[in-house]
């Protein structure tokens, strides 16, 4: 089990203008994404090391995918205002998980233009829109090594910490993994909430230094 990727939903602005605003403050660069067509949205991802990723995502006016839960915690965040939306753990097998939650995962993909396709399954965002200080789980299909966005290009930007303003025995419970510490170099931070609970902010180590988002 470990981070995965935190998502940034952007704001009125747009997708690109937010991207190039939160390229700017790390100066680093991003990778266009695409559509997620089962979900009804698209995306720009800033490759990190640690086999991570910084990703900003907005919604798209697809009908057919207007109940998708992943399509409305993303509108929910962007009609705020935008910004950070959740954080996302990958794990090896998704079973225990999907025996907890009692459902099952649903597949994410999206295609490259050469034709290759990124596949996934994914399980939680309901309890992200319930419980915003939750993350949500993933599982990456077989091409997880060289088509994991952290793969994209060259990666020069590192998380470090997060900061979630919610409550750790809480969190813990839905991890099923009680004290377990992640994978990884990143530090967890919690705060009470004062008001909406939920990823408050991520602290990066980029070129211009330390910076916190």
């Given at each position: ?19 190039d605003r939160i390229a700017d403050q790390l100066g680093l660069r ?51 205002g935008g910004g950070w939306m959740g954080w996302v753990v990958s ?59 952290s793969r994209a290009e060259e990666p020069h930007g590192e998380i ?54």
């Amino acid at each position: 089990m470990k981070l995965d990727h935190v998502s940034y939903a952007c704001g009125p602005e747009g997708l690109i203008t937010t991207a190039d605003r939160i390229a700017d403050q790390l100066g680093l660069r991003y990778v266009k994404g695409g559509v997620h067509p089962r979900f009804g949205t698209r995306n720009v991802f800033f490759p990190l090391h640690n086999h991570q990723y910084l990703e900003v995502v907005e919604v798209l006016d697809h009908p057919a995918t207007l109940q998708q839960p992943f399509r409305k915690a993303v509108r929910a965040r962007s009609e705020m205002g935008g910004g950070w939306m959740g954080w996302v753990v990958s794990v090896e097998d998704l079973t225990p998980i999907e025996e907890r939650l009692q459902r099952g995962a649903v597949p994410g993909s999206r295609k490259f233009p050469d034709g290759r396709e990124l596949t996934w399954r994914q399980i939680g965002i309901n309890g992200l829109i319930a419980d915003p200080q939750l993350p949500y789980f993933l599982r990456w299909d077989e091409s997880f090594e060289d088509l994991h966005p952290s793969r994209a290009e060259e990666p020069h930007g590192e998380i470090v910490e997060l900061t979630i303003s919610g409550n750790r025995e809480r969190i813990d419970e839905w991890l099923g993994h009680p004290g377990e510490d992640f994978k990884g170099e990143v530090t967890f931070n919690f705060t009470s909430p004062s008001g909406m609970p939920g990823l408050q902010s991520v602290t990066l180590k980029t070129p211009k230094g330390l910076v916190t988002l």
